[in-house]
């Protein structure tokens, strides 16, 4: 299952979850604090604390300050053929 690692706040999120909707794609929303150094457990896992970050089994795709296009390249590669 798909983890996606946002704020419902975050203007680069939103199109994330979007996409997701769009295509129809179930995912476990995860919710993260506004201040970067408490993102802990992204950190733990990106090795950043940028958001949108995806997790996709053993794929992950770290956030980027200010972007969201990796998460849904990734998302559009992935998924969008088969819809």
């Not at 983890?3 to 979850?17: I, S």
């Not at 995860?30 to 990106?46: A, F, G, M, S």
């Not at 997790?55 to 969008?80: A, Q, T």
């Amino acid at each position: 299952m798909i983890k996606l690692y946002q704020r419902e706040t975050c203007p680069y999120c939103k199109p994330v979850r979007e996409r997701l909707t769009e295509l129809n794609i179930s995912y476990i929303n995860i919710n993260l604090p506004k201040v970067r150094e408490e993102r802990k457990q992204l950190i733990d896992i990106t090795g950043n604390p940028y958001i949108p970050s995806l997790v996709d089994e053993e794929i992950v795709i770290p956030g980027k300050e200010e972007s969201y296009k990796d998460v849904l390249e990734y998302i559009n590669r992935k998924f969008s053929k088969h819809n």
